[in-house]
């Protein structure tokens, strides 16, 4: 129930084509998701994150779909760039139960040829 | 502002050798935690903390001990190195939803 399914592992784009990653979880105690983008030698870095709240959210190119019922949510990227190529990661947290945790999926490795 | 910071950056060890591995963060967070990252594996969380004084397992805490005397610092101990125990450490910390990482230490054990 705590697991995280990320899909696919990895994937390759056009430049200015879009990218689609998807999660999808069990917990119905996750109530916030983000996206994280980590470059080769680096920490991960918060891209954007979703509350249950809403079903969408936009910042730039990249979006967030969350549909509830079907416990999944995806990232979009559009018009991706080659300076996008990076390993995408999915998250979930229980933050109104104070527990803190977050569960991570296993990433997606996203190459867009230029 | 440095955000969160990690020494060492590399590290090489022979088995059954101890180290820790050094954390801070600036920015006043109660919340932190230290993962590893391995391939295919994600990141999987070792220890938290919610503040000084306060520590709890992750889902994979064996061979490994924390301690938070400090808000700033969470420095990770590794008792008796293992093979098993190469892989990418990451410090974080957390704020209000928001979690920070830091740069990272590789260890390779031998």
């Known amino acids: 129930q705590q697991q995280v399914k990320q899909s696919p592992q990895s994937l390759i784009v056009q430049k200015g084509g879009i990218s689609i990653i998807n999660c999808a979880y069990e917990?119905?105690?996750?109530?916030?998701f983000p996206w994280y983008q980590q470059f080769p030698g680096k920490g991960p870095a918060l891209l954007i994150a979703?509350?249950?709240?809403?079903s969408e959210k936009k910042e730039g190119r990249f979006t967030i779909s969350f549909n509830k019922s079907a416990k999944q949510f995806s990232l979009h990227i559009m018009d991706s760039q080659p300076g996008d190529s990076a390993t995408y990661f999915c998250a979930a947290s229980p933050l109104t139960s104070g527990t803190y945790k977050y569960i991570f999926g296993t990433g997606t490795r996203l190459k867009v040829l230029a | 502002n440095a955000g969160v910071t990690q020494t060492p950056k590399f590290q090489v060890l022979k088995t059954g050798q101890s180290m820790t591995l050094q954390c801070a963060q600036d920015?006043?967070?109660?919340?932190m935690s230290w993962y590893r990252q391995d391939p295919g594996m994600g990141l999987r969380l070792i220890h938290y903390?919610?503040?000084?004084?306060?520590?709890d397992q992750g889902e994979v805490p064996n061979g490994y001990n924390v301690s938070r005397s400090t808000t700033e610092d969470f420095p990770l101990r590794l008792l008796s190195a293992a093979p098993s125990q190469t892989s990418v450490y990451f410090c974080a910390s957390k704020g209000r939803y928001e979690q920070y990482f830091g740069p990272g230490t590789r260890l390779t054990v031998t």
């Open positions: 920015m006043n967070h109660e919340y």
């Open positions: 917990n119905t105690a996750f109530d916030y």
């Open positions: 903390s919610v503040g000084a004084g306060i520590t």
């Open positions: 979703i509350r249950p709240d809403v």
